[in-house]
Structures are given as structure tokens and as C-alpha cells.
């Protein structure tokens, strides 16, 4: 089955760190760009960070509201993509999910196809 | 305060057809292509459009998607109470160097 498993989320205080995990299953991991977009309670969804495949570098991107205390990697030998979450802040608390970037036979379509089922963070004293 | 503009809410009976607009800016629809996302409450979203108007495989054809300038918009024609959710817009921004969504438009079936 193809799926997205996210884990690592729990409750942390304000300036703590947490690490998130995406083990993906079912395709080959390598050849997909991925994100993690969260969702605070009640709340609209957010982008926050992108990691492109290695043939485009392995390159990544962050929301302004994460630039400087997240940090995306992956690993294809595992199917893991990471997000390394610093000095977390309230506002941080949300549903975080892992997702996949949408491609096709001959492209990449700048959409996110595949979603893990989310995985809690709660920041708060 | 979202990158791209969506109304709160939509409705219609079932049936019925219903849009969604979503308004953003030449850094962001003007110049990239337009997703849309459905998401049933307690569940994680799911791709409805790719593309500005292409339906990923399983996504039923009344279903629309459609890009004009620096807008977009969502079509559900034969409003059925599964449609019954949150639906986002979304798409790359080059200025920002990565994905804006809308706040969400909320579909009720009458």
C-alpha cells in the first residue's frame, strides 16, 4: 500500500526541540520531492518546508514563519523524511503532515498527491 | 491573514452547482498553476485539482477546476452531501519561494 506514516509528535515546552518522522512505503521514495504542511486547531493549512529529490540537489525550502529553527532532510536509503523543529514557540502548535509532490509520468506538477495522517505538536509550558 | 483569498463558506442544495473562488497575485497564480484540496473534518486533505483544471485518477468529473489572471476558481456541479467539507486553493508563489494556500471555503449541503 502506498502511504505516508508520520511520528515523532508529543507535547514540548516553549524553546524546546522535536523531531518529526515520515516513513514512506509502497513507491520509490527517492524519485519524490517532499513537504510538511500543518494545520493549527482550528486553522487553515500552512505550508512549511520542501526537500527536493537528490538528481535536483536535495535543495530546500522553509516558510518565513520557520526559516532558522526548522530543519527538512531525508534519507532514501530508510524512505524517512525528517523535520527538525527548534526553539518552538506556541504558534508552532499544530497537526503536522507529511506529503508527497505530485508527479506523473514525465513531470511534476507542483501539488502534493499523497498525505500521512498527521502527527500532533503541542507547544506549551 | 492568508496569501490567497477564499470566502469562509459556500452552500447549495443537493443538486445543485457550486463555486469557490480563489484570488491571489502575479507572484503566486498570475504565474504558477492552481491546486485545490478537499479535507472532510478529522481527516487529512486530499488532492481534488492539479494543474488549474486536471483531476488526479478517482476524482469524480463534477469536479471542476478553472484559472483566469490572478484567479481561480472550484466548481462542484450535482452537489451531493459527501461534498460536504473544507476546500483549500492552493499554489506556488515565487516571491515567497514556496506553497500558499487560501484560509478555506466550508461547503454545506442544504
Known amino acids: 500500500e502506498v502511504q505516508l506514516v508520520e511520528s515523532g509528535g508529543g507535547l514540548v515546552q516553549p524553546g524546546r526541540s522535536l523531531r518529526l518522522s515520515c516513513t514512506g512505503s509502497g513507491f520509490t521514495f527517492g524519485d519524490y520531492g517532499m513537504s510538511w504542511v500543518r494545520q493549527a486547531p482550528g486553522k487553515g493549512l500552512e505550508w512549511v518546508s520542501f526537500i527536493r529529490i537528490k538528481a535536483y540537489g536535495g535543495t530546500r525550502e522553509y516558510a518565513a514563519s520557520v526559516k532558522g529553527r526548522f530543519t527538512i532532510s531525508r534519507d532514501d536509503s530508510k524512505s524517512i523524511a525528517y523535520l527538525q523543529l527548534n526553539s518552538l514557540k506556541t504558534e508552532d502548535t499544530a497537526v503536522y503532515y507529511c506529503t508527497r509532490e505530485y508527479c506523473t509520468a514525465n513531470s511534476c506538477h507542483d501539488a502534493f498527491d499523497l498525505w500521512g495522517q498527521g502527527t500532533m505538536v503541542t507547544v506549551s509550558s | 491573514q492568508s496569501v490567497l483569498t477564499q470566502p469562509p463558506s459556500a452552500s447549495g442544495a443537493p443538486g445543485q452547482r457550486v463555486t469557490i473562488s480563489c484570488s491571489g497575485s502575479s507572484s503566486n497564480i498570475g504565474s504558477n498553476t492552481v491546486n485545490w484540496y478537499q479535507q472532510v473534518p478529522r481527516t487529512a486533505p486530499k488532492l481534488l485539482i492539479y494543474s488549474n483544471n486536471q483531476r488526479p485518477s478517482g476524482v469524480p468529473d463534477r469536479f471542476s477546476g478553472s484559472k483566469s489572471g490572478t484567479s481561480a476558481s472550484l466548481a462542484i456541479s450535482g452537489l451531493q452531501s459527501e461534498d460536504e467539507a473544507e476546500y483549500y486553493c492552493?499554489?506556488?508563489?515565487?516571491?515567497?519561494?514556496?506553497?500558499?494556500f487560501g484560509g478555506g471555503t466550508k461547503v454545506t449541503v442544504l
Open positions: 492552493a499554489g506556488w508563489d515565487d516571491s515567497l519561494k514556496g506553497w500558499v
